[in-house]
C-alpha cells in the first residue's frame, strides 16, 4: 500500500492543477460585455463547476493530510475547501441576481458583475499561492 503522504501530494498537485486551470480559464471571461444573454449563466455554471471540483478535492486533501499525519496542512487544506464552499453560495446567487438585472436594466450593473468576477478571480489566485507556498514545506 502506498504512504499516505503520498496521497497527500497527489490531493495539493490535483488541488493546485484544478486551481490553476479556473483561474487561466476565468480571466478571459472578465472581457465579456454581457450583451448576450448567456453570458452570466455561462460565467456561473464555469465558477459552480469549478467550485465543485475544488470542493471535493480540497475536502480529499484534507483527508489525506490528517491521515499522514500533518495536522496543519489538514486544517489549511479544509480552510479552502470551507472557504470555496462559502464563496460558491455567496458569489453565484449574486452573480445571477446581476446577471438579471443586466438583461432587465441594461448594462449599467456590467461593472457590478464584473466587480463581484474580480473578487472570484483574487480569492482563487490567494487559494492557488497558498497551495504553492505549502508544496515548500510538504
Known amino acids: 500500500m502506498l504512504p499516505a503522504h503520498l496521497f497527500a501530494l497527489f490531493f495539493t498537485v490535483a488541488l493546485m492543477a484544478i486551481t490553476a486551470y479556473f483561474l487561466l480559464g476565468s480571466v478571459p471571461l472578465l472581457t465579456l460585455k454581457h450583451d448576450n444573454p448567456i453570458d452570466g449563466p455561462f460565467v456561473r455554471s464555469f465558477y459552480i463547476t469549478y467550485f ?77 499561492m497558498t497551495i504553492l507556498c505549502s508544496l515548500g514545506f510538504f
Not at 480540497?58 to 496543519?72: E, I, K, Q
Not at 464563496?87 to 438585472?101: I, N, T
Open 52 to 128: 465543485k471540483m475544488a470542493f471535493v478535492v480540497a475536502l480529499a486533501t484534507a483527508v489525506s493530510y490528517g491521515l499522514a499525519g500533518r495536522p496543519v496542512f489538514a486544517v489549511g487544506a479544509a480552510a479552502i475547501a470551507a472557504l470555496t464552499w462559502w464563496v460558491r453560495f455567496h458569489f453565484v446567487p449574486r452573480m445571477d441576481q446581476l446577471s438579471a438585472d443586466i438583461q432587465t436594466q441594461g448594462p449599467d450593473r456590467v461593472p457590478d458583475f464584473h466587480a463581484i468576477h474580480k473578487k472570484a478571480i483574487l480569492i482563487n489566485t490567494t487559494q492557488l
